[in-house]
């Protein structure tokens, strides 16, 4: 039964009292206009698992006596600090909006993911569609010779299509450098006779797709079709980094998250519209401040050498880069005076790119960075801003195969004060 | 279904509505009338307005919360940091932000959460009784009619309204999408052509042909009035092709990483006045396109990187466009 059954029981009771004229009257007016602006065309979203703690890169607080050894520095906007570990960073607070109000109740690692990712709490029940494939379900694939949503580093977790059909699926990549394994024809087998082989598989498939025509069985047929457009499609070439120049490799850095932005960003020239990255390593509760001092640099690099190499392209106009992590870190440290625990209510997230007004700050922590204090930014909140940026309906309702209804914006309020 | 009616005559009178009454009335006779030809059964998404007209915030929602809410979310006890005995209070929201957002109960945690199943875990109250019908429904049109407040102030904010951008405005200055370019669109779409349509009247469109080894040019003449962006970034573009593009009244944006336009074929553009973003990466463009750039008034970016436009043609580029 769905969440509104006791309603629906008193709304028809009401319907069958009043004129139909008055009820076609009341239903004009409630049509909410299901229009979409988007102010970005793609969506590189970088994922901080782990938790990554705010009060030591993007939301300092100095006179806090617990801020530990962390050194500031300047940014591009003016006032605004930011861990001296992100100078990259630092150069493209122009670009972005920092939100450092963000708040949930999930203080679990897995159940923060769940939530970041796909907007709703995690429930035994049914699993929830991540953004990217909400994305793929509105606006289907730009380009059809590859899928329009890719993951690439992130662990078996990711709730990805959920209960939405597998074409709406991300396409995993494990290590950017290596690409999409297993994605070209072997020598030893001629297109035709590859192109038999399918014929027949084909034939001898057809009496079954049609006599069960279920979402698992067109799963299986919607793979292979992929698979095969994909194995012959020129954007095979998207997938490989090493059609990159040193210098780009450089830029980015030698490492797998630097790399993991630059096949982003080729993913990006290629139309896939959704890309996530994960960047692990952030659960910092032992030796945080070492941790981060590993982290930060990686971090910077690639992601400053992504936004440059964007805006030279002229692409960050188009392409909304988003920095989400589960939660952040407490302002205390732990008894041993290195280690920081779970915090998740209150912490920050980027947005940068993609129509977003760069230099702005949004919210604010109180003095310890423990709680907010000022626009409290709701997970809900902050997906329904990536999704009004990419021109998704946000309260349009969809059904799940067991007929709940779900939207991708779980009742969050797009912070339409951020967009330009 | 009559002891539901009869319940709610008896509130709405209970609560000082006699005008309802007499309302009611003949409600009823068409309700049997209704009844008896078997369309009691009312379509499930039809969302009807009860007799009840204006909600006021003293009379039908302070009792409410009152009895259900205050002892959670009042004086002793502010559970989710969320306090629900005064009209600032209910503005501010709770740990979770704000529970009443815009006009829309379905997105307003303070009814969304009441309205819930009883079995559900996030239900509230979490304790006691549940809100009954009609107390949900004071809720919802509360909420849907602006969740005023004796003060006249709303509680839902003003971030519900969507902003209108440039390009919803553009969009209301043209017609609705005919038959015809319908079905242009379907055909371009079925061709590999990814067309997605913009703005608040969903009168304006992006279309990507950077995927397709042919286009059909004649629909997208047909469509063309419409295009505010072009995705062209591949060999299929050639001068024929942007001289399609080339007619479109509103174009804002226009890719053209490796194509093959040539420097001749590139003059057409001089007709797109309202371009403002413009990628020539990767092409065999050279300094012949400058006066042609230059002459565009609402261009602001120009990406060039691996053309044959040389450091002379860069710069009166520059001072071209920095002249504005």
Redesign the interface.
């Given at each position: 039964m769905t969440v509104f059954s006791r309603r629906q029981f008193i709304f028809s009771c009401a319907s069958a009292l009043c004129a139909s004229s008055l009820a076609r009257l009341h239903a004009s007016e409630s049509e909410v206009p299901d229009y979409r602006h988007p102010t970005a065309r793609n969506i590189i979203y970088i994922f901080l698992s782990g938790g990554m703690s705010h009060i030591d890169t993007f939301d300092l607080k100095p006179n806090w006596k617990d801020q530990g050894p962390v050194t500031s520095c300047a940014t591009d906007v003016d006032g605004l600090f930011v861990n001296a570990l992100l100078p990259g960073c630092a150069k493209n607070m122009k670009h972005t909006a920092l939100i450092r109000s963000l708040t949930s109740t999930q203080g679990a690692h897995e159940t923060g993911r769940y939530m970041m990712r796909t907007n709703y709490p995690q429930r035994g029940t049914i699993v929830h569609p991540s953004i990217g494939s909400w994305s793929v379900y509105y606006k289907g694939t730009e380009n059809n010779h590859i899928p329009g949503h890719v993951v690439i580093g992130a662990g078996s977790t990711h709730p990805g299509a959920g209960y939405m059909e597998t074409k709406c699926a991300p396409l995993p990549i494990g290590d950017p450098r290596k690409g999409l394994q297993n994605s070209r024809r072997s020598k030893t087998i001629s297109p035709e006779r590859f192109d038999k082989r399918f014929e027949l598989l084909q034939a001898v498939n057809a009496p079954f797709d049609a006599a069960y025509n279920v979402k698992e069985v067109r799963a299986y047929k919607d793979v292979y079709e992929e698979a095969l457009a994909l194995m012959r499609s020129q954007d095979l070439d998207a997938f490989d980094v090493n059609k990159e120049p040193s210098y780009m490799h450089q830029s980015y850095g030698d490492h797998t998250f630097g790399q993991s932005c630059l096949l982003a960003r080729r993913l990006v020239e290629h139309d896939v519209r959704f890309v996530e990255i994960e960047l692990g390593g952030w659960d910092t509760h032992l030796e945080n401040f070492e941790r981060l001092d590993e982290l930060l640099p990686i971090f910077d690099q690639g992601y400053s050498a992504l936004l440059s190499d964007l805006e030279q392209r002229g692409l960050l106009d188009e392409t909304l880069v988003v920095v989400g992590t589960e939660f952040g870190r407490t302002p205390a440290l732990t008894t041993d005076g290195n280690g920081r625990g779970h915090h998740p209510s209150a912490y920050s997230c980027l947005l940068a790119g993609g129509g977003i007004r760069g230099g702005t700050v949004y919210g604010a922590t109180d003095e310890r960075g423990a709680e907010v204090v000022d626009k409290p930014v709701r997970i809900q909140d902050f997906n329904a801003t990536i999704a009004h940026a990419i021109g998704l309906p946000i309260d349009q309702r969809m059904y799940a195969p067991d007929g709940r209804p779900f939207t991708v914006g779980n009742t969050g309020a797009p912070l339409y004060e951020l967009f330009r | 279904?009559w002891k539901?009616?009869e319940t709610y005559v008896t509130v709405c009178m209970r609560r000082g509505f006699a005008d309802v009454k007499k309302r009611f009335q003949w409600?009823?006779i068409?309700?049997a009338t209704?009844?008896c030809i078997g369309?009691?059964?009312?379509?499930?998404d039809?969302?009807?307005?009860?007799?009840v007209k204006i909600i006021n915030y003293r009379d039908h929602i302070e009792p409410i919360l009152k009895r259900s809410c205050y002892e959670c979310h009042g004086e002793n006890k502010q559970k989710g940091k969320l306090r629900l005995d005064s009209p600032a209070a209910i503005r501010s929201?709770g740990?979770?932000?704000?529970i009443i957002?815009?006009k829309?109960p379905?997105?307003?945690?303070l009814y969304?959460l009441c309205?819930?199943?009883p079995d559900?875990e996030d239900i509230m109250p979490s304790k006691g009784d549940s809100l009954t019908?009609e107390e949900?429904?004071f809720l919802?049109l509360w909420i849907?009619q602006g969740s005023l407040f004796p003060d006249g102030q709303s509680a839902g904010g003003v971030?519900?309204n969507?902003?209108l951008?440039e390009?919803?405005r553009l969009s209301l200055t043209l017609p609705a999408v005919s038959e015809a370019e319908e079905q242009a669109i379907e055909a371009l779409r079925a061709s590999?052509v990814?067309i997605?349509m913009?703005?608040?009247?969903?009168t304006l469109c992006?279309v990507?042909c950077?995927?397709v080894a042919t286009i059909n040019q004649e629909h997208l003449r047909c469509i063309v009035a419409r295009i505010v962006w072009a995705?062209c970034a591949a060999p299929v573009c050639d001068d024929a092709l942007l001289a399609c593009f080339a007619q479109a009244p509103h174009l804002r944006r226009l890719h053209l990483e490796k194509s093959v336009v040539t420097n001749e074929g590139f003059q057409q553009l001089s007709r797109c006045l309202e371009l403002e973003?413009l990628?020539i990466?990767e092409t065999q463009l050279g300094d012949a396109i400058v006066p042609t750039i230059a002459r565009l008034p609402a261009l602001q970016?120009v990406?060039y990187?691996d053309t044959q436009l040389t450091r002379m043609g860069v710069m009166e580029l520059r001072i071209a466009l920095h002249e504005r």
């Open positions: - | 279904m539901m009616t409600i009823l068409i309700a209704v009844m369309a009691g059964a009312a379509a499930e039809e969302m009807v307005t009860p007799p929201g740990r979770d932000g704000a957002r815009g829309d379905l997105r307003s945690a969304q309205a819930l199943d559900n019908a949900l429904l919802k849907e971030s519900e969507v902003p951008n390009l919803d590999g990814s997605e913009l703005g608040k009247e969903q992006a990507n950077s995927h995705d973003y990628n990466s970016d990406y990187h």
